[in-house]
């Protein structure tokens, strides 16, 4: 099983993912991995094939920084993984762009399906590729209503929401 | 509606009668009639307590769990509290079967419209019942981010017994069933509740000590 | 050519919910149908959303304590056990022992609670009245229990950060150790009334059968993945709190049909007790709450804790801003990912085996809506 792992881990150091250990009392999972847009289906179809699955599709909103190489949208997305046959947990984590779009993952896992209706109902993310975006917990007729956004008093910027030092979660 | 036929006069023989049936000779039989306002043409008394005892120890609740407080509902329905020794035993599924709505549970802007119409689906005369602080007034979900949860069903549709808590208690449902009793025949345990012996145990256990 | 026109005049859609009894609550599912066949059935949640996550993010975290009991009301004290859990994580708080086997304890009980309502609620869904009045029976006793420390019937807040609320005593350990006693002699009556019963096993066996790679497309967790045989227990692989210091087996089951998941749940209420024996046996002394500061920061960073509820895993995920409000609270519950296959699994089968199937899932609406 530990072989899983390894060549999991193998994988993700040859395709140039950013990916760094953690400490599993502290925080609750194994691995960290930062995301770009381009790598979120290439990162979930290598877990399914490895036979992770998928736990949750969150959002969260932390405050736009136009200073940075690739400007963002103050919006990411949270994937987790885990595996049925060992203790192992994944945290990838993918800030979505200005556009607001992000491929969506729910041809590789199906369960992502909802998991991702609900991240559009609650930020307003759009995942494309997704067969059926359609409101799923809110009403019908508030379509366009983000409950989960915050007021910009309230944002915080990415730095002060991560932990600090040896998690480098900027979006090179 | 009488008031309005009156008017029109299309059956001057029912007016008559209806003059006839107010006047103080058949007072004894209808009782009084300012007492009930509006309503059907025909009013005897003893038929109208007769049908409202009836109702009253029959309330058919509509199986409609919402949330947690459904729990309690169902425990209410079941072996230890027993709603059947009041006569409402009877869940039915179906709202035009039923007569009294428990609302038992949050109640959100997606499920605002479906209330409205099993409310409407179901017979008249209709009793509600708010089961727990959510349907009262929006219980613990009354936040000022509040974008979804409708505080209080009153907002939406008549109701007529509040029972406070958060579930409440099988015994406050109890309570809040008499209660509705209570509104449709006046007294508390209508009739045939009445007629039981206060304790038939007493007696049993008298037996015993013999 | 002709059938197939023949079939499409048949098409039709059947609105199964929202006020439906077999549904469980609040759920709606549109279904398309030909004849007596489900060609698609869609469920439509929402109907209870009630803000929960928005809710964690507008306080301070112990002002999060009651919703927790409110998702799952059914097993209410794994939910406070996770976002306790989580909250000592991230404030790196200590629990004293004692207080750890007081959560086992009653998180257990409350998780056979929870089963026995499944059970009765089940198997009033597939049309046997009798079996729901025997689970509220044994139900309220776990129930009289629990209330005797907890406070409330159902929705608990009984968990504090740092250890519990309240100490338990001489009584309870007494009254629970007579309730496994009695909840082992009337295994009998289940088995007799339920398990062999021809008509419950022809309505469920090889009914709504989830392969394991399905299972792992949509994430289901908890008995109802057990029932595709796959062991998997967050007690068991990644122990949290004193589980690891007992010894109890993960019921699994063979093919993943509704009868599998039914067998892997009544099994599993065995284990449960025994859980609960080694426990009260062992029950430390000592004190029930550490010393926690008043104002409890939450440093800037994210964590993650995930516990076994009666449905699955329940996962909470927090990101800490350095208050001592949650940045972002998300709670993942089982019955949202495992309510998913839903589409997939209820494709051509007969109505009458959908309800099978929705009953055997022991959903939890409000759970699934949050
Ligand atoms: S009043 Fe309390 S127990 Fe009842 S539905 Fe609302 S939150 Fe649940």
New binding site residues.
């Given amino acids: 099983m530990d072989n899983i792992i390894k060549n999991f881990k193998g994988f993700l150091i040859d395709q140039g993912f950013d990916a760094v250990e953690t400490d599993y009392e502290q925080r609750g999972y194994h691995l960290e991995v930062v995301l770009t847009v381009t790598q979120v289906r290439e990162f979930a179809k290598k877990a399914y094939e490895l036979g992770f699955y998928l736990v949750f599709v969150a959002g969260f909103q932390v405050l736009a920084d136009p200073e940075t190489p690739s400007p963002h949208s103050g919006l990411a997305v949270v994937y987790q993984y885990a595996r049925h046959d060992r203790q192992y947990r994944i945290k990838a984590c993918a800030l979505v762009p200005d556009s607001l779009e992000i491929p969506s993952i729910s041809d590789i896992y199906q369960g992502a399906d909802w998991h991702e209706r609900e991240t559009r109902d609650f930020y307003g993310i759009v995942f494309s590729g997704h067969h059926n975006l359609k409101p799923l917990l809110m009403a019908d007729m508030d379509v366009d209503v983000h409950p989960l956004l915050k007021e910009e008093a309230k944002l915080k910027s990415l730095d002060a929401v991560s932990w600090p030092s040896e998690a480098p979660e900027s979006t090179e | 509606m009488g008031e309005e036929n009156k008017g029109s006069s299309i059956a001057p023989e029912l007016d008559a009668y209806t003059e006839f049936l107010k006047s103080e000779s058949c007072r004894p039989l209808i009782g009084d009639a300012g007492e009930y306002g509006e309503g059907p043409l025909l009013r005897i008394k003893l038929t109208d307590i007769i049908l409202k005892l009836c109702q009253a120890n029959s309330l058919w609740p509509m199986t409609f769990g919402?949330?947690?407080?459904?729990i309690?509902m169902m425990g209410t329905g079941m072996a230890r509290f027993d709603i059947s020794r009041y006569g409402s035993e009877v869940f039915r599924p179906s709202p035009r079967q039923s007569d009294l709505m428990i609302v038992?549970?949050?109640v959100n802007k997606k499920l605002a419209p479906v209330l409205l119409t099993l409310y409407e689906q179901m017979p008249s005369p209709k009793w509600v019942i708010a089961?727990?602080?959510?349907?009262i007034s929006g219980?613990?979900?009354k936040v000022e981010d509040n974008y979804n949860v409708i505080e209080g069903v009153d907002k939406l549709i008549p109701v007529d017994v509040y029972v406070p808590?958060?579930?409440?208690r099988p015994e406050g449902l109890i309570e809040g069933i008499l209660k509705v009793q209570e509104k449709i025949t006046g007294t508390r345990h209508p009739l045939p509740q009445n007629r039981h012996p206060k304790s038939p145990l007493r007696k049993v256990k008298g037996l015993r000590v013999k | 050519m002709l059938e197939s026109e023949y079939q499409e005049q048949n098409r039709f859609f059947l609105n199964m919910g929202p006020q439906h009894p077999s549904t469980h609550g609040v759920l709606l599912i549109v279904l398309e149908m030909n004849g007596e066949y489900v060609l698609d059935p869609q469920p439509v949640l929402g109907f209870i959303h009630r803000m929960h996550e928005k809710m964690g993010e507008s306080r301070p975290c112990p002002g999060f304590m009651p919703n927790t009991g409110?998702m799952d009301?059914v097993c209410a004290l794994p939910y406070n056990h996770g976002y306790v859990s989580l909250i000592e994580r991230k404030a790196g708080i200590e629990v004293p022992e004692r207080a750890e086997y007081i959560r086992v304890i009653t998180s257990e009980l409350n998780r056979i609670a929870s089963h026995l309502l499944w059970l009765g609620a089940y198997l009033l869904d597939l049309g046997a009245f009798t079996p729901i009045l025997y689970g509220f029976d044994d139900r309220e006793h776990i129930l009289d229990i629990l209330e005797s420390v907890t406070g409330s019937r159902?929705?608990y807040s009984y968990y504090r950060f740092g250890g519990v609320c309240q100490d338990i005593d001489e009584k309870f350990v007494e009254r629970t150790r007579a309730f496994i006693k009695r909840l082992r002699k009337r295994y009998g009556i289940y088995e007799k009334l339920v398990t062999k019963n021809i008509i419950f096993i022809k309505r469920t066996e090889n009914i709504g059968i989830v392969s394991p790679d399905m299972a792992l497309r949509y994430g289901m967790t908890g008995p109802n993945l057990r029932g595709s045989g796959i062991s998997y227990d967050i007690r068991k692989n990644e122990p949290y709190s004193v589980y690891p210091e007992f010894d109890f087996e993960v019921p699994v089951g063979r093919q993943g049909d509704c009868l599998d998941r039914y067998m892997v749940r009544v099994r599993e209420i065995e284990q449960c007790l025994r859980i609960i024996e080694q426990a009260l046996d062992r029950l430390p002394e000592g004190p029930i709450r550490s010393k926690v500061p008043k104002n409890i920061k939450l440093s800037p960073g994210d964590c993650n804790f995930a516990v076994e509820a009666a449905r699955g895993e329940l996962s909470y995920y927090l990101i800490g801003d350095g208050t001592s409000t949650p940045y972002r609270l998300k709670v993942r519950v089982p019955s949202y990912s495992n309510l998913s296959c839903l589409p997939e699994l209820g494709r051509g089968i007969l109505l009458p085996d959908l309800v099978s199937i929705l009953g055997s899932f022991d959903l939890v609406i409000?759970e699934i809506d949050r």
């Fill in positions: 919402i949330a947690c407080c459904a309690e038992a549970g949050t089961m727990g602080n959510c349907a219980g613990p979900f808590g958060c579930p409440p | 409110r009301y159902l929705t409000p």
